[in-house]
C-alpha cells in the first residue's frame, strides 16, 4: 500500500512554487554568470577531482510524462509538489532543471554537462534491488517494494567534494527503515552499495577508466541515521536517470561522491568496504569523506563553495550544517579525521 505524506508545514497550494516558476527562476542568473565566466575543461579525475565547470545554458528539460504503466506507479506513490522553496536554513532551492542537467555520473561521461543527454533512455524499469550478506532475512526488493516504503519530502543540501552545491527537494524514504526489514545481524557492521553494470546502456563504463561497479560504503551506524536516504524522486517527481533512476543514497552531510545512485546491491558487512575512488585515488577520497571546512582536499581547499546559481562563494558548513544530527556518529577516537577528503 502506497502511503503519501508530507513532512514539514502544510502551507496553502496558493503558495507552492508552480513548476513553470521553479524551472526559470534562475534563468536570468545564468545567462548574466554565463557572460563572465571561462568554462574550464576538466581532467581525468576530474569530477569528483579537477578543476570546477561553470553550469552551462539551460539544456531542455526532460520532465518525466508517466506514460507507462510503470511510470504512473512510480508517480502515483510520490509525495506531491513540493511544500516549500527554502531549506531549514532559508536557503532557495534548486531548479528543477539546473539540478537535472548538471550531475556527476560517470557510467555515462565525466561532463557534467551531457549526462542528462546520454542517460536519457537508460532504462530503470524493470528493476530490482539485492539486499543480503550478514542479514537474517535476505530479500530482493522490487521497485514496488521499495515504493511501498512511505515516501517523504526531504529538502537537503548536496555539497560535491568539488566546492559546488545545490539544494535538492529529495523524495525517498529512511534506509534505516529497509535495513530493519532484513535484520542485519549482530557480525554487521559496515553497509556495502552497489550500482548497476550496464555495459549496453551506460556507454562510460567502456572506456576503462575505473574500477567499475561504482562502489560505496556506510558504517551502520551511519546507515542507520535519519538523515540517510534511499531517494526515489525529487520535486514530486520520479527520479531521471541522470539523478540515479530508479533509487539513489543520499547522505548530506557527506561529499556528493557517496550518495551512489541506480543501485542494485546492498550487501551487510563485516569489513570496512572499499569504494570506487578508495580504489581509484585513495590519497583523495576517503571512507567517511564527511564535509569538513577544514580539512583541504589534497588538490583543493573545502572552506568555501559555490552554491549552482548563485554569484560568489558560501562559507562550507561543518557536516554540511548538519552537525547537530550527526557530530554524535564521530566521538569514537577510531574516526580518522584525514579521511574525511
Ligand atoms: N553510480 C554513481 N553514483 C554517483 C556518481 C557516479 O559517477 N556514479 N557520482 C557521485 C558524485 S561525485 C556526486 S557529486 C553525486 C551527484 O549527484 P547529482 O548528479 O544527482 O547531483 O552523485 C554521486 N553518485
Ligand atoms: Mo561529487
Known sequence: MLIKKRTGIEIPSSEITPKSVYLSRRQFMRGAALSTAAVAAGGLLAACGASETEPTEAVSTNIATGSSAEESFIQEAMPGPVSTTTDELGDPLNSFEEITNYNNYYEFTTDKERVATLAKDFPTAPW?????????????FGLEDLLAFEQEERIYRLRCVEA????????????????????PTSAAKYVRFETIEDRENMPGLSR?????????GLRLDEAMNDLAILSTGLYGEPLLPQSGAPIRLVVPWKYGFKSIKSIVKIDLVDTMPQSLWMRAAPNEYGFFATVNPNVDHPRWSQATERRIGEFGRRETLMFNGYADQVAHLYDDPNYDTTQSS
Request: a negative charge.
Open 128 to 140: 530490482q534491488v539485492e539486499v543480503g550478506g550478514l542479514v537474517n532475512k535476505p530479500k530482493t
Open 164 to 183: 559546488w552545491s545545490m539544494v535538492i527537494p529529495w523524495v525517498g524514504f529512511p534506509l534505516s527503515k529497509l535495513l530493519n526489514e532484513v535484520e
Open 208 to 216: 576503462g577508466l575505473f574500477p567499475w561497479p561504482y562502489v560505496e
